[in-house]
């Protein structure tokens, strides 16, 4: 059949093709949009670049997408990631109910070597900011991931 028109005789058989190939790629487009919307947010860090306290903040305002007056401090950073599900401004990432963010971070090895205390500061603000999340009758919203 490629290259010749179809006679009168196989019309029906080519549009039957048609439909399914269209109801197929309407069936992938919807599953393909289906787990867009159940993906993870996700804000990655490099710890292979971030070496001091300096270097972490300007990662996390980068990746988080803090505001410009951000404090580049520990509070500063747990009270910007501690309203992801309001319409606060302070991040970029805005969550839905139940939702989580997970925070991951590549070459965390390299990280733990260069700055153990980041890490740990790190691990327990989380932490500090998912309680945050429970006293408000909430589900914690932020999953953190070493790589």
């Known amino acids: 059949m490629c290259g010749k028109r ?3 005789e196989n019309v029906g058989a080519v549009n ?7 109801a197929d790629v309407i ?3 919807n599953n393909l949009e289906f787990k867009q919307e159940n ?14 306290w300096d270097s972490f903040h300007t990662e996390c ?5 803090f505001p410009e007056f ?3 401090n520990m509070n500063a950073w747990i009270d910007c990631l501690s309203y992801l599900r309001d319409e606060d401004g302070m991040s970029k990432f805005r ?3 139940n939702e989580v963010l997970s925070i991951e971070i590549s070459h965390s090895e390299k990280l733990r070597q260069q700055a153990p205390d980041i890490l740990e500061e790190l691990e327990f603000c989380i932490a500090a900011i998912n309680e945050r999340y429970d006293d408000y009758g ?10």
Not at 138 to 147: D, N
Request: hydrophobic residues 40%; positive net charge.
């Open 95 to 97: 969550l839905r109910e």
């Open 27 to 29: 069936s992938s487009t």
């Open 70 to 72: 951000y404090g580049r």
């Open 16 to 22: 039957r093709i048609a439909q399914l190939v269209a």
């Open 39 to 52: 993906m993870m947010p996700s804000a990655r860090l490099n710890g292979e670049t971030i070496t001091d």
């Open 6 to 8: 179809p006679g009168p």
């Open 138 to 147: 909430e589900k914690p919203a932020l999953k953190l991931t070493l790589r």
């Open 61 to 65: 305002a980068q990746v988080f997408g």
